[in-house]
């Protein structure tokens, strides 16, 4: 994929280099993506204990808070006592799942080998393969949620497009992902511009099996969804930090020492009443499909 002919996925304008060679972006409206390419099966898998203690804490902040706001906004189009059906496209270790299921009737995908074993295993509802590919033609769902996963998938109005044949009339698509207009992203953009690369590749995700292919926000995520023949019908953010597993996410982020990253960590915690009044680096989008 050569930068010079990559065209802008949420308004088709020709996107620019931007501060790496891998990394581009649209100047008509904002969407970021990168030229970097998914291993998914082909890397060795990461240290998924270390993945979990580190990410675990605001996962499961942030998928209790999803949940509830989703009872409350999306309507109820089953009788009552009958649950809607959800999918988690790339549901990981399942936390969401677990927590979904008490409202929902539930369905994983997991395109990760190694992932999908370790999930499997504790007797989750999850096949081991890629949306839509590992769903039969005439499934549908009331809800199919990315959670931290559509930024990692090429060609997203594609996959809009094609979560369309899987949603019950009136269904909706929840994409859960990194905001790049989120004060830590840019903070990250900035240390860039002074020679400091490491914390920009680490929100890109930068030699992981599966790295960031974009980083959207509220205007060019509509852009898609309208695109792909959706509107965007509630958006809210979600929280970037919480104090539980802060000093574990902190050494699993980077490559500071015990010391520095027991500092950090203080600062942070010291911070938090501050960074929430500063743009949030996740936010949620619910889509629902338009009429023809």
């Not at 099966?41 to 204990?49: A, G, K, Q, T």
């Not at 209790?64 to 009958?82: A, C, H, I, Q, Y």
Request: hydrophobic content about 40%; glycine content about 6%.
């Amino acid at each position: 994929m050569h930068p010079s002919t990559v065209r802008c996925d949420a308004c088709d304008a020709t996107m620019s280099v931007g501060l790496h060679s891998w990394h581009l972006v649209c100047g008509s409206c904002g969407l970021e993506r990168s030229t970097l390419r998914a291993q998914i099966n082909e890397l060795d898998s990461i240290d998924e204990e270390a993945r979990e203690a580190a990410l675990k804490p605001i996962r499961d902040e942030n998928f209790d808070t999803l949940l509830s706001w989703l009872n409350e906004s999306v309507p109820k189009r089953r009788p009552s006592g009958v649950k809607r059906k959800l999918l988690d496209v790339g549901c990981a270790h399942g936390w969401f799942l677990e927590k979904a299921a008490l409202h929902y009737e539930v369905l994983g995908l997991e395109p990760d080998d190694v992932v999908a074993r370790r999930t499997l295993q504790r007797n989750l509802p999850v096949r081991n393969g890629y949306f839509p590919q590992a769903l039969e033609a005439r499934e549908k769902f009331d809800v199919i949620v990315f959670n931290d996963v559509l930024e990692h998938i090429p060609d997203v109005k594609t996959v809009l497009k094609e979560c369309a044949a899987h949603l019950q009339d009136g269904g909706v698509v929840v994409v859960n992902a990194p905001d790049s207009h989120g004060l830590f992203y840019r903070l990250s953009k900035l240390f860039v511009k002074t020679g400091r690369t490491g914390t920009f590749d680490r929100m890109w995700q930068v030699g992981l099996p599966s790295p960031h292919l974009y980083y959207f926000d509220s205007l060019s995520l509509g852009k898609i969804a309208a695109a792909s023949g959706y509107g965007v019908i509630a958006t809210r953010p979600l929280s970037s930090v919480v104090a539980k597993g802060l000093y574990e996410r902190i050494r699993y982020a980077g490559d500071a020492s015990t010391l520095r990253a027991v500092l950090m960590t203080l600062g942070v915690l010291m911070a938090i009443p501050i960074l929430r009044l500063f743009p949030a680096d996740i936010r949620v989008w619910v889509l629902k499909k338009q009429p023809a």
